[in-house]
């Protein structure tokens, strides 16, 4: 079966510190990689997506993802945060089931970022 | 942009108790999931709409939920008789088609407490 893990629940950092968010899938066959952001009492938004080509793949507000084929990787990294950047990110994996792709979720990770 | 409606935000009902959750998703969209959130994990996807039809229902404790997309536009989904452990976000999306690489909207979503 697919999953997805997120290796941390929470990650508490400094303003203008880097992060790092980890997620790791299992799959043996190719996969679309997600990752998205929910604030306090919204939906998910989209952050950002490898579908195929290059690996590293960036957000308009400056996180990246790099996609590791051969560790089954995806984190999730920005240089420099802000505190607008406090938010639950999930990292998600498209499955092909019964001929629909449906998405798989982490169960999250909780950024907060302290002045 | 165009968004995922749902209504209501909030529902407080007794255990025992029906109760429904509405959602509009994006014109055009022809994908619709329901999704339910628990407090502190990821989504879980409960039912998946191709148009009016289901294509995935795997997760969806039948015995008391239930959903329909009649037009294969809006969408109902149901709980009778909720139960203490039904208290979660119910988050509706939608997709423009049901490919891999086609990113989900999600909307707002309705905090259901069962008292």
């Known amino acids: 079966a697919q999953s997805v893990t997120q290796l941390d629940s929470q990650v508490p950092v400094f303003e203008e510190a880097p992060v790092e968010l980890r997620c790791n899938y299992s799959?043996?066959?190719?996969?679309?990689l997600f990752w998205y952001v929910q604030y306090p009492n919204q939906g998910l938004q989209l952050l950002l997506k490898?579908?195929?080509?290059?690996?590293l793949v960036e957000s308009i507000n400056g996180f990246e993802a790099e996609f590791n084929k051969s560790q089954t990787s995806f984190h999730l990294r920005k240089p420099s945060v802000h505190i607008s950047d406090t938010a639950e990110y999930f990292c998600?994996?498209?499955?092909?089931?019964?001929?629909?792709?449906?998405?798989?979720f982490g169960a999250g990770t909780r950024l907060a970022v302290h002045p | 942009e165009a968004e995922v409606a749902q209504s209501p935000r909030y529902k407080i009902t007794e255990k025992s108790q029906a109760v429904a959750f509405w959602c509009d998703p994006i014109?055009?969209?022809?994908?619709l999931y329901w999704y339910r959130q628990i407090l502190g994990q990821g989504p879980e996807l409960l039912v998946q709409?191709?148009?009016?039809?289901?294509?995935?229902d795997s997760q969806l404790p039948k015995d008391r939920f239930s959903a329909e997309r009649l037009k294969g536009v809006d969408s109902t989904l149901k709980i009778q008789p909720a139960e203490l452990g039904d208290s979660a976000m119910y988050l509706c999306?939608?997709?423009?088609?049901?490919?891999?690489?086609?990113?989900?909207?999600f909307g707002n979503g309705t905090r259901l407490t069962v008292t």
């Open positions: 490898y579908l195929s080509g290059s690996t």
């Open positions: 799959s043996s066959v190719s996969v679309y």
């Open positions: 709409f191709q148009d009016e039809s289901v294509v995935d």
């Open positions: 999306a939608s997709s423009l088609v049901s490919q891999g690489d086609s990113p989900l909207h």
């Open positions: 998600a994996v498209s499955l092909l089931s019964g001929g629909y792709n449906k998405l798989i």
């Open positions: 014109s055009g969209h022809a994908t």
